[in-house]
Structures are given as structure tokens and as C-alpha cells.
């Protein structure tokens, strides 16, 4: 592994996860997506952990998918709103 393994913000097309792998393992995210696909079409077990790397790695600069969880059901505004 070349960098720590974290959610990437730039290359997403749903969470980061499949961007952070590969730029973690230093390949491709295109051929990170596909054989994720394609283990999701067969199997059911890449699916659940796609949701849970979702929720606990940390995006780049940033939280983990709980805490995006927490601010969106908060009964507090957002801090940006103020």
C-alpha cells in the first residue's frame, strides 16, 4: 500500500470508496470499479462492504460517513447555514 486507505472527495462517482482504493493500492479506478461490479453481480458480500468502508473511512480532509450521517438527522442546523 502506498498511501493511507481513505475515502477519496475528488475521484467519486458514488462515496469515494473505489477512487481511495486504488489510489491506496496504486492502480486505476476504473478497473477498481469494474471487478467491484462485477463481484457485486455475483456476490453479495462486496455490496455490504462497500456500505461499511462507506461509513467508517474518512473522506480526505474530512469526516467518516457516520458523521455525514449525524449532521444530516441532527436536529441542529448545518454550520454552514448560520
Known amino acids: 500500500m502506498k498511501?493511507?486507505?481513505?475515502?477519496s472527495s475528488s475521484?467519486?462517482?458514488?462515496?469515494?470508496?473505489?477512487g481511495g482504493v486504488a489510489r491506496s493500492?496504486?492502480?486505476?479506478?476504473s478497473i477498481v470499479r469494474i471487478?467491484?461490479?462485477?463481484?457485486c453481480f455475483f456476490?453479495?458480500?462486496?455490496?455490504?462492504l462497500y456500505v461499511v468502508l462507506?461509513?467508517?473511512l474518512p473522506i480526505d480532509g474530512g469526516g467518516t460517513g457516520f458523521d455525514d450521517?449525524?449532521?444530516a438527522f441532527s436536529s441542529k442546523?448545518?454550520?454552514d447555514l448560520r
Open 11 to 18: 475521484d467519486k462517482m458514488i462515496a469515494g470508496v473505489c
Open 54 to 56: 462507506w461509513l467508517v
Open 77 to 79: 442546523p448545518p454550520s
Open 69 to 71: 450521517l449525524k449532521n
Open 25 to 29: 493500492f496504486g492502480i486505476d479506478a
Open 3 to 7: 498511501e493511507q486507505l481513505i475515502r
Open 35 to 39: 471487478v467491484w461490479a462485477l463481484a
Open 43 to 48: 456476490f453479495a458480500l462486496p455490496a455490504v
